[in-house]
């Protein structure tokens, strides 16, 4: 089992930016990692993910514009950079990790398809 750090989160206002940041202990490897969200009352949603190999990226079109995910290789750290937050971001943020590549990229969306999850940081935007 492998444990997913994260960081980052908090309360800001609209317009604001945050961070969030997400590292397997141990520098464990795997293949990608993603972030996920979950709104109250709401399903949990794909919101960004990033794959090493050739360092791809994939983004939620609710997100794009916004915010961007990064893989910083000697922190061994994938990170959420948040702009122009909106109330509608409010949420608990998930990182997740997949041990190995997907053969179809759209896969790399979807919950089922990651191994291991953090535990959750909890992002509240207000007006």
């Known amino acids: 089992q492998v444990q997913l750090v994260e960081s980052g989160g908090g309360l800001v206002q609209v317009g604001d930016s945050l961070r969030l940041s997400c590292a397997p202990a141990?520098?464990?490897?795997?293949?990608?990692m993603a972030w996920f969200r979950q709104a109250p009352g709401k399903e949990r949603e794909f919101v960004a993910a990033?794959?090493?190999?050739?360092?791809?990226?994939y983004s939620a079109d609710s997100v794009k514009g916004r915010f961007t995910i990064s893989g910083d290789n000697a922190e061994n750290t994938v990170n959420l950079q948040m702009n122009s937050l909106t109330p509608g971001d409010t949420a608990v943020y998930y990182c997740a990790a997949r041990r190995a590549p997907l053969h179809d990229a759209l896969d790399y969306t979807r919950e089922a398809q990651y191994d291991y999850w953090g535990q959750g940081t909890q992002v509240t935007v207000s007006s």
């Open positions: 990033f794959r090493w190999s050739g360092r791809r990226t």
């Open positions: 141990g520098r464990t490897f795997v293949y990608a």
